[in-house]
């Protein structure tokens, strides 16, 4: 079975960082770009991050540029390392593929993706 699972959330404080995980299990996504996204209480679906299948081309919406940073590790795992948090920042994370490429509105839909991950929730309160 093919699954993205999503960790590393938590309550943390403003100024704070934390690094998601998203590790795939049943297939190789070093072939596909990998998105992830999040999605406040009551607000729409975000992008947040896109890393191309190479690893070297990155692509951040401006709330987290400068802040947040995607890697790529393997053919198995990407991650967000999310530093200087901001209470704005609290939201479920999901991380997607799509074997496609997905413009907007497509690409904040999560039935447009292949793969979609449960999610983890990052919580940043003082």
């Known amino acids: 079975e093919v699954q993205l699972v999503e960790s590393g959330g938590g309550l943390v404080q403003p100024g704070e960082s934390l690094r998601l995980s998203c590790e795939a299990s049943g297939f190789s996504f070093s072939t596909y770009d990998m998105k992830w996204l999040r999605q406040a209480p009551g607000k729409a679906m975000e992008w947040v991050a896109t890393i191309n299948s190479g690893g070297l081309l990155r692509d951040y919406s401006a709330s987290v540029k400068g802040r947040f940073t995607i890697l790529q590790a393997g053919a198995i795992a990407t991650y967000l390392q999310m530093n200087s948090l901001k209470p704005e920042d609290t939201a479920m994370y999901y991380c997607?593929?799509?074997?496609?490429?997905?413009?907007?509105?497509?690409?904040?839909?999560?039935?447009?993706?292949?793969?979609w991950g449960q999610g983890t929730q990052v919580t940043v309160s003082s």
């Open positions: 997607a593929l799509s074997t496609r490429p997905l413009s907007p509105p497509s690409a904040l839909n999560p039935s447009k993706y292949d793969y």
